[in-house]
């Protein structure tokens, strides 16, 4: 599965509509301190579901949205969308090409899309399930996360084994059927 694009409007530091667009390959992203990198990354794990404010490095999710600078004001909502190949359909989904939006408004209100149709949160994290794309899988390694990773407790080590072994969509499964 290959990211293809990354859409930015109103997150972080990205003010106006920005488009990244996505090699096959190895792509680096480069600037000086403070100029928006891991703002992209953060970006990447919003879309996919993130909803710890820490983990995005903020204190609320308002913190999100662009909060104005000295020549442009705040905007009202962030959003967020990736564009996927899905030729492979690794994501259980008929279309070939896939994307994904977050929409989050000051007021707090929140919107999930896959393909431009509106969707809940849990269709987003049903669908990334064993891909090792979800948000708390191994796509997006931050910081210390590979000492974390080998220091871990062998419990907290097997989530990542289920999550590349396929088997996290069944025990999900097995458990919403259990509450029932
Ligand atoms: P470094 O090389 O130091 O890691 P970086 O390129 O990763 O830097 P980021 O952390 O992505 O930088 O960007 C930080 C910048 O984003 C700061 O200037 C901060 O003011 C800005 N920023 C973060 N949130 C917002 C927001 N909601 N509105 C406007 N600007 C924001
Ligand atoms: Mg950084």
Known sequence: ??????????FKSFANKTQLEIDRGVTAI????GSG?????????????EQSVKSLRGSKMEDVIFSGSSDSRQKNYAQVTLTLDNKQKLLDIEYSEVNIS???????????????TECRLKDIHELFMDTGLGKEAYSVIGQGQVDEILTSRPEERRIIFEEASG??????????SIQK
């Open 30 to 33: 480069v600037g000086p301190n």
């Open 1 to 10: 599965m290959l990211l293809k694009k990354i859409e930015l409007q109103g």
């Open 102 to 116: 977050r929409r989050y408004f000051r007021d707090g209100q929140s919107q999930y899309f896959i393909n431009k």
């Open 167 to 176: 088997i996290v969509k069944y025990k999900s499964k097995k458990l919403q």
């Open 37 to 49: 990198k891991s703002n992209i990354i953060d970006a990447i794990k919003w879309v996919l579901g």
